[in-house]
Structure formats: C-alpha cells, structure tokens
C-alpha cells in the first residue's frame, strides 16, 4: 500500500511547515494547525513557484497580487478565533488559499476579489479540490457583501489606510475583523472588535501587504 507521502509529495512539506513555521513560532490553535495541514498550498500558485510554495514568505499568484506567507495566515486566523457555525467575509480572494482555509474552519465564506481573473480561476479550483461552501464575488472588496451580512469574522487581506467603514457595519455585535492597516509599505496587523457598536482595536504586529484598492 501507497504511504500518505507517495500519494501526496507535498504532505511531508506541510508536516514541515506545520511544525516549524507555526507551531515552533507560538500558533497553538489545533484547528488552524489541521487546517493549514490539510489545505495543498502547492494548488494555490503557479506550476513554476510549487516547489516554494510551503517556504515561509508570499509568492506571485498575477494581477500583481501575492499568496501571503503561511505564518501570517495562519497567526490572522489564529487571532479570529474562529468557530465552525461561523459565517465569515473575506475581502481579496487572491488564488483561494485563504478561502480554502476559510472553508475548513468555518460554516459559510463569502469572498470578494476585484481581479476578475483571479475571482474566476479561483472559483474553479476551489470547486475542483472540493469546498463547497464558498461563494466568490467580482467586486470593490471595501465595500463588502452587504446581502449576506451580518458576519461573525471579517478577514481582510489586503492594506487599508483605516478600517472600512462599510466593513465595521456588516460585522455583528461580538464580531472580528483582521485587516492590515498603514501605508503602502509598511502595515500592522489589527484584530477589531464590535463591542457596544463601537470598534476595540488590538495591535499585533507589523505586515506588508498589497493595498486594498476601492472603487
């Protein structure tokens, strides 16, 4: 019989990336850990960067965007705290790795991305590796997905210089929002919290992303 590794040649640079880029760097949330075990990132980038596809920084998916690092994801996720009822709003669908993960972790993933290329090829692929409960819209991702609201996460991945305030408004009393808030080169990663109707913010830690373009 085929080991899990010859069946899947990835498997052991997931262990890998699982083990020394998350767990070693302070991600304890199992479900994240499952999650970025599970999810093949190799599928998320071009045939050219799949042998970097589990090293520990972003990599080039088109549309001049980039599949954001594995540590960084998995620390946004972490820090959401997500619930497998949830219903989540992701803004920058990028190549589906994130939604893919979205999927595993959460009840409903609602995806906005304004390069139709990407929103379409990502849609096949998610559909192709079997997540199933993910709808991707082409679209201005500041202005969220209105119709679906209220959310019980937000996730942001792209850089804004202040919190969209149609996305605050979508999110539910108790929600989350991750988003990377700064100037183009140089962002942090804030955890918003809708308490009483108003934002708490928690700093984490500095980020780059690539901006969030609205209109």
């Given at each position: ?9 990835f498997q052991?640079?997931r262990e890998r990336m699982?083990?020394?880029?998350l767990?070693?760097?302070g991600i304890?949330?199992?479900?994240v ?5 599970d999810?093949?990132?190799h599928e998320?980038?071009a ?9 520990d ?12 690092q594995?540590?960084i994801v998995a620390?946004m ?5 997500l ?11 990028g190549s ?8 595993e ?5 609602y995806?906005?991305?304004r390069h139709?290329d990407?929103?379409?090829s ?5 559909a192709r590796l079997?997540?199933?409960?993910v709808?991707?819209?082409v ?7 209105p ?17 969209p305030p149609p996305?605050?408004?979508q999110?539910?009393?108790g ?5 990377p808030?700064?100037p183009?080169?140089s962002?942090?990663?804030q955890?918003?919290r809708k308490?009483g109707g108003?934002?708490?913010t928690?700093s ?8 969030l373009?609205?209109g």
């Amino acid at each position: 019989m085929d080991s899990p590794f010859q069946r899947d040649p990835f498997q052991a640079q997931r262990e890998r990336m699982v083990r020394s880029q998350l767990a070693d760097r302070g991600i304890c949330d199992l479900r994240v850990l499952d999650a970025m075990r599970d999810v093949p990132r190799h599928e998320f980038v071009a045939e050219s960067w799949r042998e970097d596809a589990y090293d520990d920084h972003p990599l080039p998916i088109g549309a001049d965007q980039t599949i954001s690092q594995p540590y960084i994801v998995a620390l946004m996720l972490q820090h959401l705290a997500l619930q497998p009822a949830d219903r989540i709003l992701e803004v920058g669908t990028g190549s589906g790795y994130v939604t893919a993960l979205l999927s595993e972790l959460c009840a409903e993933v609602y995806s906005v991305e304004r390069h139709a290329d990407l929103a379409f090829s990502a849609e096949r692929r998610l559909a192709r590796l079997g997540y199933p409960n993910v709808k991707i819209r082409v679209g201005d991702g500041s202005r969220g997905w209105p119709e679906h609201a209220p959310y019980d996460a937000i996730l942001v991945s792209a850089a804004a210089s202040e919190v969209p305030p149609p996305l605050f408004d979508q999110l539910r009393e108790g929600g989350r929002m991750m988003v990377p808030v700064g100037p183009a080169f140089s962002q942090e990663l804030q955890l918003i919290r809708k308490v009483g109707g108003k934002a708490e913010t928690q700093s984490l830690e500095g980020c780059r992303f690539v901006p969030l373009v609205a209109g």
